[in-house]
């Protein structure tokens, strides 16, 4: 390879990585209402139940919803979220946390209580509210939001299973639609400024 070919070479190559460096800073895909243009299709209203009764979805229209399916034997996973929701809203002002509503959905309504599922959440947050239903309530609102569980066998335990599930937080819009899910380990300041994007 001659010397003139070389250097083409590398120039080509620094072309492509500045170009790759002016995408991520300016393409339109990082707008968000692009970016969460593949959560079109999920999402959408439901009813489940808590310790005082029906809780639909579209009972909080006017305001953003952080729902995270767990379940309250989970040994790490669901604490963690939970925590981190809880910690998001109280580095808001009094007047914007009062704009969230959290939502723990149990998928595992065999050993979650309406009664436990409300002393558990209140545990993290006064307005967590814990709801859950028949299985087949929440295979379709699982379905509907793209999410996943299963029931694994526990060999040997007085559990008896425990739960596999997704583990991220769904910010639904004041309108009742699916903005974006929060993968987990995202750190409280990450959250709440999503969240003030969308107060």
């Not at 969230?100 to 309504?109: A, G, K, N, R, Y």
């Not at 793209?146 to 694994?152: L, Q, T, V, W």
Request: overall charge negative.
């Amino acid at each position: 390879m001659s010397q003139s070919t070389k250097l083409l070479y590398a120039l080509a190559l620094v072309l492509l990585f500045s170009g790759g460096l002016l995408l991520a800073k300016y393409a339109p895909w990082a707008d968000q209402s692009t970016a969460n243009a593949g959560y079109a299709n999920l999402g959408g209203d439901f009813t489940l139940n808590s310790k005082d009764g029906e809780v639909s979805l579209e009972d909080y229209r006017g305001q953003v919803v952080l729902m995270y399916f767990g379940f309250t034997s989970c040994p790490d996973v669901c604490p963690t979220a939970l925590s981190t929701i809880a910690a998001s809203m109280r580095q808001l002002t009094p007047s914007l946390e009062a704009q969230i509503q959290p939502l723990f959905v149990s998928v595992d309504p065999g050993r979650d209580t309406l009664d436990n599922l409300a002393i558990y959440s209140a545990y993290f947050h006064p307005r967590m509210l814990g709801i859950t239903g028949s299985i087949e309530a929440i295979d379709e609102i699982v379905k509907k939001y793209g999410a996943y569980y299963s029931h694994i066998p526990l060999e040997n335990s007085a559990l008896a299973y425990t739960v596999d599930h997704t583990s991220r937080v769904y910010l639904i819009g004041t309108e009742g639609q699916l903005i974006s899910t929060v993968a987990h380990g995202t750190s409280v300041d990450e959250l709440v400024a999503l969240l003030k994007q969308h107060l």
